[in-house]
């Protein structure tokens, strides 16, 4: 009889699965303006290639998540990361922006598959505090993956140019399909679900006629739009407006993350999630405007960092609470809200990436700032409705100190 992986296999495994996602989006970054030189195309053009892969992590999780509930865990893995492999191959040798762009949203349909199965799998086989212990880690290598992935691209950058970076990908993918082969099944028969795809499409729409939940969602997915603003435009913004090396321009995306984490964990401490959420969407709408102003006015980099910093350690506070309220509001149907949330996120990501690229792409991306940022604090308000959004504000701060 077939022994079940250890315990630190599925640790590693499911942590790489975890920083899957990030490495996909976010290790080629700092290899964007010279992309553009490459294909000889605008820089919108190029940002569609984060567009294509946010889609693809939107789709892909609302395809590969019910497909893992009903034929179990390990094939529809091996279908993602064959589907992975294949894909980078591809990208790699584009002849056109066109090809590229393509081949990059199928890869994030499998990087998708990654980053479901790899929450599938810890909940397969662990219950308890052993199940929070694994989350726990495995949220802790989610938060650095995004930090990691382009200081290692912008350290490559100048060595091996962007093919290399998908090259050093498509090893990650070799890698990991191995993992996928030597995994054992989670996912007994008994426990698969039976339901059709039509029971599926059901329960969203049973998700999306709770309004509050909806404008919950909204307002995360309009805060996410303010972040991949921010990340398809900065490699343009620091590298060829202000004159930074794509290694100075990593540890500049490095520190950035870590006020987004710094904020994440901040946000615990609020004894209601709903106040911490009302404050920071007020405060990425002040600091949007802030940002904007100041790259409109062609200040400094510094002063253009400091307002960065402070849109993004607002934005980190909503994150964690806003995903908790969502979910609260669907206990039920927790797994179809889960997926709904992530979809329309990376789904608002894909669709703001290109637009900072339109004109100029300083103003671009602080007029998006302001308008996500405004939309963002509607939908939060809407949601409280005006009455309990004036309570939740006017007390907040005593009952947070």
Request: one cysteine or more.
């Amino acid at each position: 009889m077939r022994k079940d992986n250890s315990k630190v296999f599925l640790l590693v495994l499911l942590g790489m699965l975890t920083a899957f996602g990030p490495f996909v989006t976010d290790m080629y970054l700092p290899t964007l303006p010279t992309m553009g030189s490459y294909f000889n195309t605008t820089s919108s053009m190029v940002q569609l290639g984060i567009t294509a892969s946010m889609i693809g992590l939107a789709v892909g999780q609302i395809f590969f998540g019910p497909l893992s509930d009903r034929y179990g865990r390990r094939m529809p893995l091996l279908v993602a990361m064959w589907l992975f492999i294949v894909s980078t191959l591809f990208c790699v040798f584009a002849q056109d922006i066109y090809q590229f762009v393509t081949f990059r949203l199928i890869q994030g349909i499998a990087g998708a598959g990654g980053i479901v199965i790899a929450r599938s799998v810890a909940a397969d086989k662990y219950s308890g505090k052993e199940l929070a212990k694994m989350l726990a880690v495995i949220g802790t290598i989610n938060g650095v993956a995004p930090v990691v992935a382009p200081i290692i691209g912008g350290m490559l950058t100048e060595v091996v140019g962007w093919e290399g970076i998908f090259c050093i990908l498509l090893g990650l993918g070799v890698l990991l399909l191995v993992g996928s082969y030597c995994f054992r099944e989670s996912l007994p028969l008994e426990h698969r679900s039976a339901t059709k795809w039509s029971d599926t499409l059901g329960s969203f729409k049973v998700v999306l006629q709770d309004s509050q939940y909806v404008f919950y969602v909204l307002q995360m997915a309009f805060a996410q739009g303010v972040l991949f603003a921010y990340i398809s435009s900065s490699p343009f913004i620091v590298q060829q407006h202000y004159g930074f090396s794509p290694l100075a321009f990593s540890l500049c995306f490095a520190v950035n993350a870590v006020a987004i984490g710094v904020a994440a964990a901040m946000s615990v401490k609020f004894r209601r999630p709903v106040s911490c959420t009302l404050i920071g969407c007020i405060g990425i709408l002040v600091a949007s405007v802030g940002e904007c102003a100041v790259l409109m006015a062609g200040c400094s980099f510094w002063v253009y960092e400091l307002f960065l910093l402070a849109l993004l350690f607002m934005m980190g506070l909503t994150f964690m609470s806003t995903t908790t309220l969502a979910m609260e509001c669907q206990r039920s149907n927790t797994g179809t809200a889960s997926a709904l949330l992530g979809a329309v996120c990376f789904a608002f990501g894909g669709i703001v990436s290109p637009l900072v690229g339109l004109g100029n792409i300083l103003s671009s991306t602080g007029i998006i700032f302001v308008i996500s940022a405004c939309c963002s604090l509607g939908c939060i308000l809407v949601a409280l409705g005006r009455r309990r959004a004036r309570l939740y504000f006017a007390f907040s701060t005593s009952q947070n100190r």
